[in-house]
């Protein structure tokens, strides 16, 4: 895990993956609050279609971790019904794409009964969605719906990037009084992060600087977190656009199919490269047959590959660049 992505934990704590982090919030609430009950699709005997609940329906029985049909849109109703009556329901969702189904209960009821009741009632209720692509699941089973919901007052919609916040949010998401949808990307389930063993809160709504800088503000949620936070620490390279010229008059990169690099501080590529820029854009790219360049700050070797190519109807040249491979 990147020093930038570490928490501030308590003394008493230990390495936990996010969907552990989940299982232990989940555990704690509802050995905290009798009101508190898991149910979904096989959350149950199976232990979560990503392995979630685990042993849960072991240590709080069937009756509070419940095994439920496939009617996405009677789950939610349940959930509605069962918040607004004194518990404190935990519905999950096999996969996001299948909250579609439960639109109606969620958008049309669950948002807008504190509303329309003058705030006499609340519906206290948590679903978790499992979702985003990169499992191979295909079309109907790795769709990112968060933006949804988002617009639906009412709904409060997290999306928690490390084991700590996987935690800490689901444990105040219990505690709101109001829906709340926690969308869980599929790829951070085995990522792992110091959590603290006792419960704990993480407010929603509030943003966290997870690494300081001074030429750009990169605002993420969920992976593209941690993906950000990747790329901060990689040398800056020119991507897509390059070096434009508004007439092939003016000065431009000379290039061919070449790797190509753009130094940045304490960067150092081998072997030597030429540095050629274009006036008109300021832009400046590294060009050499092959460049393997580390930083002080990641340790890494980074091959960049891309071409410089003429595009004669718009009197420009090109310049592209890609990350080519990554070794450790």
């Not at 639109?103 to 519906?123: D, L, T, Y």
């Not at 295909?138 to 919609?157: D, I, N, R, T």
């Not at 854009?281 to 590959?305: D, F, H, N, Q």
């Amino acid at each position: 895990m990147p020093a930038e992505l570490a928490e501030p934990v308590a003394a008493e704590a230990k390495e936990l993956s996010y969907a552990e982090a989940i299982r232990e919030g989940l555990a704690q609430a509802m050995e905290a609050d009798p009101r508190v009950f898991l149910f979904g699709e096989d959350v149950g005997v199976y232990g979560g279609a990503f392995g979630v609940s685990g042993d849960l329906l072991k240590r709080f029985g069937p009756e509070r971790v419940i095994d439920t049909p496939i009617s996405e849109l009677g789950l939610a109703g349940a959930a509605v019904g069962a918040a607004m009556t004194g518990m404190r329901p935990v519905l999950e969702i096999q996969f996001s794409d299948f909250v579609t189904l439960a639109m109606e209960q969620i958008v049309n009821q669950a948002a807008k009964i504190r509303f329309m009741f003058g705030g006499k009632a609340s519906v206290p209720m948590v679903i978790r969605l499992p979702g985003g692509s990169g499992t191979g699941a295909a079309g109907q089973h790795s769709q990112s719906l968060e933006a949804w919901f988002a617009h639906v007052p009412g709904l409060k919609v997290l999306q928690p990037s490390t084991p700590h916040d996987a935690k800490g949010l689901l444990l105040a998401a219990i505690d709101d009084p109001n829906p709340v949808l926690i969308f869980e990307h599929k790829l951070l389930y085995k990522t792992k992060g110091r959590v603290p063993s006792a419960p704990y809160r993480v407010p929603i709504g509030q943003a966290v600087v997870r690494r300081e800088g001074s030429d750009v503000t990169i605002v993420a949620a969920s992976i593209m977190t941690l993906r950000a936070l990747a790329a901060a620490e990689r040398p800056v390279i020119v991507v897509g656009g390059g070096a434009k010229n508004s007439s092939t008059s003016s000065a431009s990169p000379q290039c061919a199919k070449a790797w190509c690099q753009v130094p940045g501080p304490n960067v150092s590529c081998s072997p030597r490269s030429t540095l050629c820029t274009s006036p008109v854009s300021g832009l400046a790219a590294t060009i050499v047959p092959e460049s393997t360049c580390s930083t002080s700050s990641a340790p890494k070797t980074v091959r960049y590959s891309g071409e410089c190519r003429n595009d004669p109807p718009r009197g420009r040249q090109k310049m592209s660049a890609w990350i080519r491979s990554v070794d450790a």
